[in-house]
């Protein structure tokens, strides 16, 4: 009697610590749209983040949504649902700033998010999203740049008309080459077909191109840079670096989707507000150096410069 009593007691004690696990599982939706490798890898770090961190926060994802409805949906059903939402990409930031959230609602994947007023400032975000941010100032890419190609007076941007992250690419570049002194134009394109037009029309002018960190342009690198021919091709994505640019000044995307992670846990889990949680940043970007394209151009690295980068051979 005694042990089938211990045996009731046990199974009780179970019963209760698994209602208890239960209860204490906190639901988060995430969402993006359309195919990003930059984005999964985000998220991916994110979500391996929080296996370790805060295993009792459940994620239903809904990647690569075909369109912006199809996320505004998704989102209203997380605020009917979930604790927390994740809202990935430019797109995303980008609605945010006319369909504030009732939920704590985290970004990446975006540019600056005061370009598009999604948040307040980066420091105090404000409101009910915070996240981390891809966003690097530009006059910090363009000396990176020059240390590349420190004789260089002229650069022309191109970037993908109509993506939202191409306003902030543009105002930001103005900015450092004003800055610079810099002679600094900026073609925006329709499509990657263009793009290669404009570079084989001379409408891109400049000792060298710097390729907006946009999806099209970026899946358009190998007939970019072959359209330039001597032109160094530079780039905000190492994707693009992958793909033959000369080299791009690039965030660590697992380190974003790590601070994505904690972020997600100082709120969700800790239950600070979102509104006080800085937008997280890479601050030590790595600039990446493609040497196969550097020697088809016949570009000579300084050894500083090249101790410092991350090489592909």
């Known amino acids: 009697?005694?042990?089938?009593?211990?045996?009731?007691?046990?199974?009780?004690?179970?019963?209760?610590?698994?209602?208890?696990?239960?209860?204490?599982?906190?639901?988060?939706?995430?969402?993006?749209?359309?195919?990003s490798g930059a984005t999964t890898t985000l998220f991916n770090a994110a979500k391996a983040r929080l296996e370790k961190t805060a295993p009792n926060i459940s994620i239903e994802v809904l990647p690569e949504l075909a369109s912006?409805?199809?996320?505004?949906?998704?989102?209203?059903?997380f605020e009917a649902e979930k604790k927390a939402q994740i809202l990935l990409r430019?797109?995303?930031?980008?609605?945010?700033?006319?369909?504030?959230?009732?939920?704590?609602?985290?970004?990446?994947?975006?540019?600056?998010?005061?370009?598009?007023?999604?948040?307040?400032?980066?420091?105090?975000?404000?409101?009910?999203?915070?996240?981390?941010?891809?966003?690097?100032?530009?006059?910090?890419?363009?000396?990176?740049?020059?240390?590349?190609?420190?004789?260089?007076?002229?650069?022309?941007l191109i970037t993908h008309k109509g993506h939202p992250g191409s306003v902030i690419d543009e105002g930001e570049m103005r900015k450092a080459c004003d800055k610079a002194k810099f002679a600094?134009?900026?073609?925006?394109?329709?499509?990657?077909?263009?793009?290669?037009?404009?570079?084989?029309?001379?409408?891109?002018?400049?000792?060298f191109i710097v390729q907006g960190n946009q999806g099209v342009l970026i899946d358009s690198t190998a007939e970019m840079v072959a359209a330039a021919g001597k032109v160094p091709v530079m780039a905000l994505n190492e994707g693009a670096v992958n793909k033959?640019?000369?080299?791009?000044?690039?965030?660590?995307?697992?380190?974003?989707?790590?601070?994505?992670?904690?972020?997600?846990?100082?709120?969700?889990?800790?239950?600070?507000?979102?509104?006080g949680i800085p937008v997280k940043l890479d601050t030590t970007p790595t600039l990446v150096l493609n040497m196969k394209t550097a020697a088809a151009l016949g570009?000579?690295?300084?050894?500083?410069?090249?101790?410092?980068?991350?090489?592909?051979e």
Request: charged share 15%; with cysteine; proline share 4%.
């Open 299 to 312: 570009v000579q690295v300084p050894l500083d410069i090249l101790n410092a980068a991350k090489v592909i």
């Open 184 to 207: 600094c134009t900026i073609v925006s394109v329709d499509n990657a077909a263009a793009a290669v037009e404009a570079i084989k029309s001379g409408a891109v002018k400049g000792d």
């Open 244 to 275: 033959g640019s000369l080299a791009g000044l690039v965030v660590n995307l697992n380190e974003l989707g790590a601070m994505l992670a904690d972020s997600i846990v100082e709120v969700v889990v800790k239950g600070t507000a979102p509104a």
């Open 1 to 35: 009697m005694k042990r089938a009593a211990a045996f009731a007691v046990s199974a009780v004690i179970l019963l209760g610590a698994s209602v208890v696990a239960a209860q204490d599982k906190i639901a988060v939706g995430a969402a993006w749209v359309q195919k």
């Open 90 to 156: 430019d797109s995303a930031a980008s609605w945010l700033t006319k369909n504030k959230p009732s939920i704590p609602t985290f970004v990446g994947g975006v540019n600056n998010l005061v370009y598009y007023g999604t948040v307040d400032s980066l420091e105090k975000p404000g409101g009910n999203i915070t996240g981390v941010s891809y966003f690097t100032p530009m006059e910090t890419v363009l000396q990176s740049f020059l240390e590349v190609l420190p004789d260089a007076k002229s650069l022309t």
């Open 68 to 77: 912006i409805d199809e996320l505004a949906a998704a989102s209203k059903r």
